[in-house]
């Protein structure tokens, strides 16, 4: 059985994200992502970006002195990527696969001194993919090296204000707009969301589902894949994170040992 995520992202989808997204945005989230890292990447550290998209992150990391391993399973986003890595002499590598297969796709042994997964990336998996993925990247970083985890589909980030709607939502970017309707599917703990995705007169109507865990569940998989979470935060300035906040943001550091 398919997954939302094998298909959603071509080029209408990237291009949507694209536009929605200031630039000053990416740069404090860059920012911030470095400060949790705890990297100094003027060192050349070596940098695990999941989910990397067309390289909003993973650019950004390279501009500041990092080189960056990208791992995104759209065709059209990995082969931007490339093109702008190579156009700006990026230390920038793409791979072009799927979380759920990951350890088929980083090198055997320890080379990363850091790793992210952006963007909301976290929470497309079920929990069996999920561990799965955490425990090919906790054999991919070097004991002591950071992962950091953005999660927006924290059950308590959402679930407190949590209203059904009928009306969309409505987002508006550099020539693109996305509109979005959420319901919650309680059996599934499921936010499912139907996403209308424009660009000038092309037009896209298609279903994003995230699957929302506590941050008890979240924490509970890092440490059985050895990981221990040293911070839980919000925005990019360092809060503390709490209930009802508008995200989650999980400082993790690998263990010496399991």
């Known amino acids: 059985m398919s997954e939302w995520y094998e298909s959603f992202f071509d080029a209408l989808a990237n291009e949507v994200w694209r536009g929605l997204v200031p630039a000053a945005a990416s740069d404090a989230e860059v920012d911030a992502l470095i400060r949790r890292l705890a ?29 960056v391993t990208g ?12 093109e702008v890595a190579h156009e700006r002499d990026l230390a920038v590598e793409v791979i072009e696969g799927d979380m759920r297969r990951l350890a088929a796709l980083l090198p055997a042994e320890a080379v990363f001194d850091a790793g992210c997964c952006m963007g909301n990336s976290f929470a497309y998996l079920a929990p069996d993919d999920t561990r799965r993925m955490l425990e090919a990247v906790a054999a991919a970083l070097r004991p002591g090296a950071r992962l950091v985890v953005d ?8 679930l407190p204000g949590y209203r059904p709607t009928t009306e969309p939502t409505r987002y508006d970017g550099d020539g ?18 139907t996403m209308t995705l424009g660009s000038g007169t092309t037009t896209a109507v298609r279903e994003a589902r995230h699957r929302v865990t506590t941050v008890r569940e979240t924490v509970a998989v890092l440490d059985e894949c050895g990981f221990d979470v ?10 503390a994170f709490e209930v009802g906040a508008g995200g989650l943001v999980v400082v993790a550091e690998r263990r010496s040992s399991p």
């Open 39 to 67: 990297v100094v990447p003027t060192d050349g550290a070596r940098v695990l970006d999941l989910a990397c998209g067309e390289g909003r992150i993973s650019t950004r990391l390279a501009e500041r002195g990092c080189t």
């Open 71 to 82: 791992v995104d399973i759209s065709a059209d986003a990995v082969a931007a990527l490339r």
């Open 151 to 158: 999660d927006m589909m924290a059950a308590e980030c959402v």
């Open 230 to 239: 040293v911070a839980l935060e919000s925005g990019t300035d360092g809060t």
């Open 176 to 193: 693109v707009f996305l509109e979005v309707v959420d319901t919650y599917d309680v059996a599934t703990s499921t936010m499912v969301a």
